[in-house]
């Protein structure tokens, strides 16, 4: 199993940017679909954002579509999500997740991946 690690979380304003890092450290991501799911205080893990490994294909739920934005730089060993002009209904433990090589990847879907980091808190509040 691949060990992920992420960072970037924080407390912001309504409207304000963040950008969360996923990072695999002593292990290459190359060629792994990389998701990002996010968990309210409350609910269930829902799934953001996924990336694939193969073809660079991105993938975004309704809710964050325009705002958050998916990269990964296989030179750094990096996925980034880059949200802006966030809202307090993204307040949430966001997830970085890593499905097996190569898979075909859509919408992410928790039953899709199988290594899964230890989230970071976003919190957006006035």
């Known amino acids: 199993q691949v060990q992920l690690v992420e960072s970037g979380g924080g407390l912001v304003q309504p409207g304000s940017s963040l950008r969360l890092s996923c990072t695999a450290p002593?292990?290459?991501?190359?060629?792994?679909?990389i998701g990002w799911f996010r968990q309210a205080p409350g609910k269930e893990r829902e799934g953001v954002s996924a990336?694939?490994?193969?073809?660079?294909?991105?993938y975004y739920v309704e809710s964050v579509k325009g705002r958050f934005t998916i990269s990964r730089d296989n030179a750094k060993n990096t996925v980034y999500l880059e949200m802006n002009n966030l809202k307090p209904e993204d307040t949430a433990v966001y997830y970085c997740?890593?499905?097996?090589?190569?898979?075909?990847?859509?919408?992410?879907?928790?039953?899709?991946?199988?290594?899964w980091g230890q989230g970071t808190q976003v919190t957006v509040s006035s």
């Open positions: 997740a890593a499905a097996a090589p190569r898979a075909r990847i859509g919408l992410p879907r928790i039953k899709d991946y199988s290594s």
């Open positions: 002593g292990f290459t991501l190359d060629y792994y679909p």
């Open positions: 990336i694939s490994g193969t073809d660079g294909s991105t």
